[in-house]
């Protein structure tokens, strides 16, 4: 396959590129603002459970808390893949980022030359840059959406089963201390 920098490639390149790169924004912002929920929702679940634990008995608050906060933090590590999965998207994005920022400074230059040749170079390596990023924008939005949901029915279950166990004992505890009243 002969491929050459033509102004008409060269155009569609300078064109699509941005495209990407501002889809790959509008994705990463909306990683993070999903992964930011998640832990805000963790925390008024957390203080909800201890709020009802303190109504009921002030001294033992503490111990509850602490107990309710180890297995929160343990479900949270041991079920939550985002907490792992930052890494590969930053890279993922960043990669994606880099290489269509490459692409369109090469197209742009290539364009602003006067005296410019058809380049196989810089064809090329628009075109190795938009269909992997192409690629990788449309797989991660998918991928993230997965996980994300997966991740957040671990987690509700995680969390909800820690309150439970903590609004459980706290009832136990309190009927024991009715008994002995």
């Not at 920098?5 to 941005?18: G, K």
């Not at 297995?71 to 590590?77: K, L």
């Not at 692409?103 to 810089?122: E, F, H, K, M, Y």
């Given at each position: 396959?002969?491929?050459?920098?033509?102004?008409?490639?060269?155009?569609?390149?300078?064109?699509?590129?941005?495209?990407?790169?501002?889809?790959?924004?509008?994705?990463?912002?909306?990683?993070?603002?999903?992964?930011?929920?998640?832990?805000?929702?963790?925390?008024?679940?957390?203080?909800?459970?201890m709020?009802?634990?303190?109504?009921?008995?002030?001294?033992?608050?503490?111990?509850?808390l602490?107990?309710?906060?180890?297995?929160?933090?343990?479900?949270?590590?041991?079920?939550?893949?985002?907490?792992?999965?930052?890494?590969?998207?930053?890279?993922?994005?960043?990669?994606?980022?880099?290489?269509?920022?490459?692409?369109?400074i090469?197209?742009?230059?290539?364009?602003?030359?006067?005296?410019?040749q058809?380049?196989?170079?810089?064809?090329?390596?628009?075109?190795?840059?938009?269909?992997?990023?192409?690629?990788?924008?449309?797989?991660?939005?998918?991928?993230?959406?997965?996980?994300?949901?997966?991740?957040?029915?671990?987690?509700?279950?995680?969390?909800?089963?820690?309150?439970?166990?903590?609004?459980?004992?706290?009832?136990?505890s309190?009927?024991?201390?009715?008994?002995?009243?």
């Amino acid at each position: 396959m002969s491929l050459r920098m033509t102004e008409s490639y060269a155009t569609t390149v300078a064109a699509v590129a941005p495209v990407l790169l501002l889809v790959a924004a509008v994705e990463a912002h909306q990683f993070l603002r999903r992964s930011q929920q998640s832990s805000e929702r963790m925390v008024e679940a957390y203080e909800r459970a201890m709020a009802e634990v303190s109504a009921r008995d002030p001294e033992s608050s503490r111990t509850r808390l602490q107990e309710i906060a180890a297995r929160v933090t343990t479900a949270a590590r041991a079920e939550d893949p985002a907490v792992n999965s930052y890494g590969w998207v930053y890279f993922a994005w960043s990669s994606v980022a880099v290489s269509l920022l490459t692409s369109l400074i090469l197209t742009l230059g290539w364009l602003a030359d006067d005296g410019r040749q058809p380049d196989p170079v810089s064809a090329w390596i628009s075109l190795i840059s938009l269909i992997t990023g192409g690629f990788v924008v449309c797989n991660l939005v998918v991928v993230t959406a997965i996980r994300a949901s997966r991740r957040e029915v671990k987690a509700a279950r995680a969390y909800r089963a820690a309150i439970e166990d903590a609004v459980r004992n706290q009832a136990a505890s309190v009927a024991s201390e009715g008994r002995h009243s």
